[in-house]
């Protein structure tokens, strides 16, 4: 079976095939006999009636289209095989010479098929890569917003019976309050609890009402904001008559020892504070490490290359587009208004997705191949070990239904994935070449070896290390 192909694009493969006479009319026969098994024939057996009966009850051309409709797909494969192509979608098929509808079993059927091919890469270099670390230090003034963070979340709500105590910001006071807008009563209710720290109200009540004491009263006019949250009264102005009638503070904990000792297992003020040194220490070098994988990720895709077909690209896009669209629905929020919100409009959404789709297939590609060429491997036995650590902190009767939920919603496959993209991450960073940060000034990350680097021309062709 003679064929032949041509590349027309990225990744995109034109294969033209020709079968012989002999191959049609053996098939046209074994298509009339699979149409007479089909359909009921009077006065024959299931797929015992001759193919001139058939060829009368049905016609040649249903005939010649059940032949061709086996013939194509396995001819195509085989010419795939042959010319060691391997597609990543259905193809596309011409048929030249089918002519009006009527398909010509007297001579070579030469059909042609399109098809996009599994996507390859040709990896960069990783050891050409240059990336610098972050200076990672953690000041005193951290420590002490962080100190005072945890204070104020285990802050005490007293009330405050002083008639001589004034309104502070950061207390909550309860009016006998009245809003008016538009000459109507918006809000009126006794005993109304409001926040002095984020009140909620015309721009400016707060400024009015600091200062009060229990029992004093006070009216007075606001402008609402052309931009409020409100729409009802947006830009618009109210009036408003407070009693004060009551007034809670936040009281915050003594920072001491006991303190410390109740927030950690510390025994003192001092102990807590190189506690939390080290922890966001610890977390800033876990976090500046996975920029450093995320970068030299980046610089691998950009020192690669890439075969991959545009219709791949489309189809992945299409996918986006569809499950961003989805997301937006079960939102409530319309398309437009998404769109309005960002400055954009259909055609960059498009675009978007389409760049999207792109960036994930080249990420998706980079990280297998790497894998292949590293032999890293993700078996039963590390997804098992990652499921057990994952629910470990849960009570031991529900970590069976949580694991069950968490596969059902992702999927052995994607943790699987995940595991091997970390452990992708990992051994990259190792081969890459990481630099002291420079200090305080002039810290940067870049994604070129050094000029004298002695590997600086080598890459790695796909599916080789």
């Given amino acids: 079976m003679p064929s032949s192909s041509e590349l027309i694009g990225d990744g995109t493969a034109k294969l033209t095939i020709e079968i012989p006479v002999e191959d049609l009319q053996r098939e046209y026969q074994n298509a009339a006999r699979r149409i007479a098994q089909r359909q009921k024939i009077p006065g024959f057996r299931p797929g015992k009636a001759p193919p001139r009966v058939v060829e009368r009850l049905f016609g040649e051309a249903a005939i010649k289209l059940d032949a061709i409709e086996r013939l194509v797909p396995?001819?195509?494969?085989?010419?795939?095989?042959?010319?060691d192509l391997e597609m990543a979608d259905q193809p596309e098929f011409e048929y030249p010479d089918s002519g009006e509808g009527e398909l010509d079993f007297s001579r070579t059927f030469t059909y042609s098929g399109t098809v996009p091919l599994v996507p390859t890469v040709t990896l960069g270099n990783a050891r050409t890569i240059s990336l610098r670390r972050r200076t990672i230090e953690v000041?005193?003034?951290?420590?002490?917003?962080?100190?005072e963070a945890i204070r104020s979340?285990?802050?005490?709500?007293?009330?405050?019976?002083?008639?001589?105590?004034?309104?502070?910001?950061?207390?909550?006071?309860?009016?006998?309050?009245?809003?008016?807008?538009?000459g109507e009563d918006r809000i009126e209710r006794e005993g109304l609890a409001v926040s002095m720290?984020?009140?909620?109200?015309?721009?400016?009540?707060?400024d009015q009402v600091l200062g009060m004491r229990i029992g004093d009263e006070k009216e007075f006019e606001l402008a609402y904001s052309d931009s409020s949250p409100i729409a009802a009264v947006a830009g618009k102005s109210a009036e408003y008559r407070v009693k004060l009638v009551g007034l809670t503070e936040r009281t915050l904990p003594e920072l001491n020892d006991e303190f410390a000792a109740s927030v950690s297992e510390v025994e003192s003020v001092e102990e807590l504070r190189d506690q939390m040194r080290e922890e966001m220490t610890d977390y800033r070098e876990r976090e500046d490490r996975s920029r450093l994988q995320n970068e030299a990720l980046a610089a691998l895709i950009d020192k690669s290359d890439f075969t991959i077909a545009e219709r791949l690209v489309r189809n992945q896009a299409h996918q986006l587009l569809e499950a961003r669209v989805a997301d937006l629905t079960r939102r409530g929020m319309a398309l437009e208004t998404f769109l309005a919100q960002r400055g954009m409009d259909d055609e960059s959404f498009r675009q978007q997705a389409h760049e999207d789709a792109e960036d994930m297939i080249r990420n998706s590609l980079t990280i297998r191949e790497f894998a292949s060429a590293r032999e890293i491997e993700v078996g039963a036995q590390d997804v098992e070990t990652r499921l057990t650590e994952m629910f470990a902190s849960y009570p031991e009767g529900e970590q069976e239904a949580l694991r069950n939920h968490y596969l059902n919603q992702m999927g052995i496959e994607s943790l699987a994935g995940q595991i091997l993209q970390e452990r992708v991450l990992d051994q990259l960073l190792e081969e890459v070449n990481v630099q002291d940060p420079l200090g305080a000034e002039?810290?940067?990350?870049?994604?070129?070896?050094?000029?004298?680097?002695?590997d600086s021309d080598q890459s790695e062709a796909a599916g080789g290390g």
């Fill in 74 to 83: 396995r001819t195509f494969d085989r010419a795939l095989a042959e010319q």
């Fill in 153 to 182: 979340s285990r802050a005490e709500m007293v009330d405050i019976e002083d008639s001589e105590r004034e309104l502070g910001g950061e207390d909550i006071a309860r009016f006998d309050f009245r809003e008016r807008v538009d």
């Fill in 139 to 147: 000041g005193e003034e951290e420590i002490v917003q962080q100190l």
């Fill in 197 to 206: 720290s984020n009140p909620g109200f015309a721009d400016g009540f707060a």
């Fill in 442 to 454: 002039g810290e940067q990350s870049g994604s070129e070896a050094p000029a004298d680097d002695p």
